[in-house]
């Protein structure tokens, strides 16, 4: 079965400064990775996801991540960040028909003035 | 905004007792899936159902039940409700068993006390 470990709990940035959200995960078939963010109160939007093809996946509200296979991981990053960006970031990982996608804990982000 | 609606969005329960929530999936979709995500965790897997059929399940007790009507609209049951049963449940609707396009909605925080 896959499972997914996000190695921050929380990040705090200061506004206009870049982010790095790490997500590691383990399966041992093919997967398919996503990002989302919640807001307070919300449901989860998608960011992005890596289903195949190109490492470097391009998302929502200029936040990108790289699929890198040997490292099993999939760290989500933006170059500059806003106080808008303030919120819990879940990976998930699932695979073909698979209906179980596995969440990480989350990480919260904190963009201070 | 997706188009997937949950209700109620709040809802304070006794422990013990039985519970119903709802989810009108995005237009188009065919499948829910149910999760839950308990304060500061990230969202595990109840279970989901692909045209009115329940097509798999996590680690839920089976007082966790569903069902799915013609219109594809989900309902999720929990009866005998426990005070860990707190948490906020998603529901998420996408084409197909795959997961690599579900939209959630904002979710039911349910209250069990």
């Known amino acids: 079965a896959q499972s997914v470990t996000q190695l921050d709990s929380q990040v705090p940035v200061f506004e206009e400064a870049p982010v790095e959200l790490r997500c590691n995960y383990s399966?041992?078939?093919?997967?398919?990775l996503f990002w989302y963010v919640q807001y307070p109160n919300q449901g989860l939007q998608l960011l992005l996801k890596y289903l195949s093809g190109s490492t470097l996946v391009k998302g929502i509200n200029g936040f990108e991540a790289e699929f890198n296979k040997s490292q099993t991981s999939f760290h989500l990053r933006k170059p500059s960040v806003h106080i808008s960006d303030t919120a819990e970031y879940f990976c998930?990982?699932?695979?073909?028909?698979?209906?179980?996608?596995?969440f990480g804990a989350g990480t919260r982000l904190t963009v201070k003035p | 905004e997706t188009g997937v609606t949950q209700s109620p969005t709040h809802l304070i329960k006794t422990r013990g007792q039985q519970v119903t929530l709802r989810c009108s999936s995005q237009?188009?979709?065919?499948?829910v899936s149910w999760y839950q995500q308990a304060l500061g965790q990230g969202p595990q897997f109840i279970f989901q159902y692909y045209r009115e059929e329940e097509n798999g399940r996590g680690n839920f007790p089976p007082r966790f039940s569903g069902l799915q009507f013609p219109n594809y609209s989900s309902e999720l049951n929990v009866n005998a409700l426990e005070l860990d049963d707190s948490a906020l449940y998603l529901c998420?609707?996408?084409?197909?068993?795959?997961?690599?396009?579900?939209?959630f909605g904002q979710g039911t925080r349910l209250t069990v006390v």
């Open positions: 998420a609707s996408s084409l197909g068993r795959s997961n690599t396009e579900a939209f």
């Open positions: 237009s188009g979709h065919n499948t």
């Open positions: 998930a990982v699932t695979h073909g028909n698979n209906n179980d996608m596995r």
């Open positions: 399966s041992s078939v093919s997967v398919y």
